[in-house]
Each structure stands twice: as C-alpha cells, then as structure tokens.
C-alpha cells in the first residue's frame, strides 16, 4: 500500500471515528412517524431495518389497525366513497459515503455522495387499497422508479393481500433495501448468461396468505424481464410469465422458509431458456440483541446464452450469512453486522465471494453514520467506507 492510499484511508477512519464519538441525539421523522406521530423506533431497529411491528404495518398497507386509526388522518368529505389524505406522506432518503477502494475497477480514495437519493410516498388511497412508490436518483444515474405498487389487503374479508405493480421478487425472503450494510445480497442480483431473470425488481402481482397452521404463503406471477423501459410499446418481450413460491413458518424464535421460482424466456435461435430457483432461507433470533439470517438458493438454466453461444444449460448456487448485532438493544443507537456471500456458477462471470463488517451508530433515529470494511475475495480488492444514512 503507498503512502497516498495510506493517507486517504486513516483520513476516512479519522472522519467516521470523530463522527460516531461526537454523536449526539437530535429529534427528525419522516413520513410514517410525521403522520402518526410517533417515533421512527416504532417500526425500525435501526432504521432502515424493520421491527415485526413495521412488518405489520406494511402488511396493513401502511396504516394502524382499524381501532388505533386517528380520524385526523383523513379528510371528513361527506361521501362514504372517498377517503382522502389529510396530507400526502413524503420523505426522503440520502445516503453518502467516503470510500477508498484496491482492485475494484478504478481503485483509490472518492467522495460518493450522493451515492442514494430517493422521495418516497405511501399510504391508504381507500378502505383496505393503498399505495407505495419511491422515486430513486442512484451512482449519479437519472431518476427512475423502482417500488411501485397498490396493495389491496384482506381481500373480501379474508386473511389474503394482493399487490400489483413493480416490487422486488426477493422481499418475502429479505428486503434488500432494509439491509444495513452497504454490501448486498448478491445471490438474489445474479444474473446468468445473457438473459433478464434475477430475484430483483420485476413487474407483476403477489399473492400473500396467512394460511391454518400459521404458514405464510407468497405467490408471485411476473414477466421476468426486470423494470427496463417499455420496447415496441412493451415491457415483456415475450408471451412468458414466470412464477414464485415461498412458504415460511415461524417456530419459536427459527423462521423457516423454502422459495421456488420457475420461468422461461424465448431466444432467438435454439430452444427456449428455463430459470428455475429452489432453496431455503432460516432467520434465528437469539434474544433482542443477536440475529443470524442464512439464505441459499439453487439456481438452473436450461439455455441462457440465447445462442449466441453453444446452447449448453448452466448451475448456479450460493447465498449469504448474515450475523446482526444490537449490543444495546434493538432500540440501542449501535448495530454491528458481518456479511457473507459466495455465488458459484458455470458461468463466471456470475461467480462472486465477499465478505464485509459493518458499524453503525445512530446521531438520531432517523441519522445513521456507518463504516464497513469490505473484501472482493474474487477480485482480491478491499473496499473501506465510512458514511451516513438519513431520511427526514
């Protein structure tokens, strides 16, 4: 390591250590926590990371239950159609970084902020309807849409919600956009060969069952093609759809979930590709302060080169580890997590194998400073950052 790197590196460190031993608390909340009024340690630990009870209120479509619904949320009309918004909930989330990189396409020191921007709106447009969009400005590309979707819950009185629109295919396993680390989960990014199919965004309808026994049941039909722009007035390139399955069931303090995936894709010379995924996913909880989550998946592709090279199918697998830490507590300003991936793959270009450790420390609720140390066991590169995450 020369000195200019080394330079740039305790710099970063000096900046992140000041930062987290100078926190101080501060009072900001953004939408949810505006309407409600109450604090964001409501529904995250720590945010962006959601409690069981930020679950159930997602679930909900953004709303209390019915009993604990204030009447000053919504705007008295005289028409037993129309449930209006007092106001538009509205927030926003920054994210920004100081990195220092080795080997990793272009390696040393970079001000990347703001790496995140988004504005996001949710909330209930009728009785059991609401919505959730999020506009996202990310790496300095121009704004685009990623979540957006309506949600219809407890459809005719039953334990079932639908949601149509864009959403990512992955969230009933885990939420990428809750994780705390900047480092992802890459088995669900992963693509094979030169087809669109991956656990990220698409567009479709999900199915979401509280069925006997207490078993979560999520059902999921897109078009496998991603959120790419419209072509020839289009956003599915061909008459496929592709469908998910999970059911998960909580025992105790284990969650245990399997996932299934089946799709197909046209290509233009040679038969048609076939994308399947089976594996499980396990969340333990060991106490408030200690949880472990483990994702594996088993991926298959019958053609996924379209023929532009010999047809030939391909096997994919790995997952991730994934070890959080709250040594105060989950509504304790400090969070420690590790991170563990490992994709293998016939192609490998999909190969990939990291891991990362991660600090956070809240300088309010909805302000957290954050430092990870990353390594590309792949590329044999380290990744240092030191930064902040705020929404308000």
Same mark, same amino acid.
């Given at each position: ?206 199915? &979401? ?101 010999? &047809? ?81």
């Amino acid at each position: 390591m020369n000195h200019q790197r080394l330079y740039a590196l305790i710099t970063l460190a000096a900046v992140g250590l000041l930062a987290l031993v100078a926190a101080t608390s501060a009072d900001a909340i953004p939408a949810f926590a505006r309407k409600y009024q109450f604090s964001c340690s409501t529904c995250h630990a720590p945010f962006p990371r959601l409690k069981p009870y930020g679950e159930e209120f997602a679930a909900r479509g953004f709303v209390l239950p019915p009993d604990q619904e204030p009447a000053r949320a919504t705007l008295d009309v005289g028409d037993p159609l129309l449930r209006l918004m007092r106001e538009v909930p509205l927030a926003v989330r920054l994210d920004g970084y100081g990195s220092w990189r080795e080997n990793l396409g272009r390696g040393g020191s970079d001000f990347e902020l703001p790496w995140t921007f988004k504005i996001l709106s949710g909330g209930p447009i009728a009785r059991n309807i609401s919505y959730y969009v999020y506009g996202i400005f990310e790496k300095g590309e121009s704004v685009k849409l990623e979540d957006a979707y309506v949600q219809f819950s407890r459809l005719f009185g039953l334990p079932v919600d639908v949601l149509v629109g864009q959403f990512q295919v992955c969230d009933p396993l885990f939420k990428r956009e809750l994780r705390l680390e900047r480092e992802d989960y890459q088995i669900f990014k992963t693509r094979v060969g030169f087809i669109n199919p991956n656990l990220t965004y698409d567009r479709g309808v999900v199915l &979401a069952w509280s069925a006997p026994g207490d078993v979560d049941v999520v059902a999921q039909i897109v078009n496998g093609n991603g959120i790419e722009p419209a072509r020839a007035g289009s956003w599915d390139d061909d008459t496929y759809k592709n469908t998910a399955l999970r059911l998960a069931r909580q025992v105790g303090p284990v969650r245990l979930g399997v996932f299934s995936y089946l799709g197909r894709a046209a290509v233009a010379a040679g038969p048609k590709n076939r994308t399947t995924y089976l594996g499980p996913d396990v969340v333990i909880d060991v106490g408030d302060r200690l949880q472990l989550n483990l994702q594996y998946l088993h991926r298959k592709d019958t053609n996924p080169y379209r023929g532009i090279q010999p &047809a030939q199918g391909a096997v994919t697998t790995g997952g991730f580890a994934e070890l959080l830490f709250f040594p105060q507590g989950p509504d304790g300003v400090w969070a420690l997590a590790a991170l563990y991936n490992h994709v293998a793959s016939d192609d490998e270009r999909a190969e990939y194998r990291s891991a990362a450790l991660h600090v956070s420390r809240l300088l309010a609720r909805n302000f957290r400073l954050t430092g990870e140390v990353a390594r590309d066991l792949e590329a044999k590169g380290w990744r240092v950052s030191a930064g902040m995450v705020t929404a308000f």
